[in-house]
C-alpha cells in the first residue's frame, strides 16, 4: 500500500523539524537470543524428564510459552514502526502519523492559532496534544511522561519562535 504524497510538502525547509518514534531497548539480535535463552532454560528441567509422561504432558505448555514470547517480541517491533513526524514553519505546522501498518494520518493548522497543552490530569500522565484548525491531536502517547514534558518545551518554544502566543 502506497501513501499519496504529503499535500502540505513543501521545498523550503521547516524552521523546526523532529520524527519521534517509540523506544526499543533490545534488539532484534538480542530478541532472538532471548527466546535462545529461554528455550534452553526450558529444555533444562525437561531434559530430566525426557521419556516420562509428566516430560511428554510439560512440552506444549513450554513450547506454547515460548511461542507467546516470540510471538510478543515480534508485535513489539511491529508496533515499534510507528512514527509521528512533526514540522513547524512560520505560516504552517504539520504532524504526520505513520502508524505501524503503514497507514498516514496527517494534521495541519497555522502555527499562530495553534496552542499545545500539557493535560497534567489525564488517565496519561503529561498527555500532550496540539489544538488548531478545529482538532485537538495527541503527540508522542508512546513516549515517557519525561520525554513528554521536553517535547511540551521544545513545541511551544518553537511556537513562539514562529511568532504564535503558544
Not at 512533526?86 to 498516514?104: A, K, M, N
Not at 503529561?126 to 489544538?131: F, G, I, Q, R
Not at 478545529?134 to 521536553?150: D, N, T
Request: charged share 20%; net charge positive.
Amino acid at each position: 500500500m502506497t501513501a499519496a504524497a504529503d499535500p502540505y510538502a513543501r521545498p523550503d525547509p521547516p524552521g523546526f523539524a523532529l520524527t519521534l518514534w517509540p523506544h526499543r531497548s533490545l534488539t532484534s539480535g538480542g530478541a532472538q537470543w532471548v527466546v535462545g535463552l529461554a528455550a534452553g532454560g526450558m529444555a533444562l528441567p525437561l531434559a530430566s524428564l525426557s521419556g516420562s509422561r509428566v516430560g511428554w504432558g510439560l512440552l506444549p505448555f513450554l513450547v506454547g510459552a515460548l511461542y507467546l514470547l516470540y510471538t510478543a517480541l515480534r508485535r513489539s517491533y511491529r508496533d515499534g514502526r510507528l512514527r509521528e513526524d512533526l514540522r513547524i514553519w512560520p505560516d504552517l505546522i504539520t504532524v504526520t502519523r505513520v502508524d505501524p501498518r503503514g497507514r498516514v494520518r496527517r494534521w495541519h493548522a497555522n502555527p499562530y492559532w495553534v496552542t499545545a497543552h500539557l493535560h497534567e490530569d489525564a488517565a496519561i500522565e503529561s498527555y500532550l496534544t496540539l489544538k488548531g484548525n478545529g482538532r485537538e491531536i495527541e503527540l508522542g502517547a508512546f513516549l515517557s511522561p519525561e520525554e513528554r514534558v521536553a517535547l511540551y518545551h521544545d513545541v511551544t518554544r518553537e511556537l513562539t519562535r514562529a511568532g504564535t502566543p503558544a
